[in-house]
Nanobody, 117 residues
Framework: QVQLVESGGGLVQPGGSLRLSCAAS????????MSWYRQAPGKERELVAD????????NYADSVKGRFSISRDNAKNTVYLQMNSLKPEDTAVYYC??????????WGQGTQVTVSS
């Protein structure tokens, strides 16, 4: 069965950094594009960043450009989100998603990121 497990969330002060990880199993990881989404309280879920199956192409929401970086290690079946210069408005539950060429999507359970002083 396909499973995506996020980790690395927590409480951090404004200006700090966190690195999120998403470990995938039950799929051919190198055949899937991967994405990070986030959902803040009372807000709709939004795309933060995505990366192509081989890591050759990335895309970021305007709100995180220059601060966040998505990467993947296909040998470890893991995608990462490096978050720097964190702001209170980055507070949200962050979700990992895998998508194949046919549009099938698999979601992780999410990890909480709280940015507060």
């Amino acid at each position: 069965q396909v499973q995506l497990v996020e980790s690395g969330g927590g409480l951090v002060q404004p200006g700090g950094s966190l690195r999120l990880s998403c470990a995938a199993s039950g799929l051919t990881f190198s055949s899937y594009a991967m994405s990070w989404y986030r959902q803040a309280p009372g807000k709709e879920r939004e795309l933060v960043a995505d990366i192509s199956s081989r890591g050759s192409s990335t895309n970021y929401a305007d709100s995180v450009k220059g601060r966040f970086s998505i990467s993947r290690d296909n040998a470890k079946n893991t995608v990462y989100l490096q978050m720097n210069s964190l702001k209170p408005e980055d507070t949200a539950v962050y979700y990992c998603r895998a998508v194949n060429l046919y549009g099938s999507a698999f979601w992780g359970q999410g990890t909480q990121v709280t940015v507060s002083s």
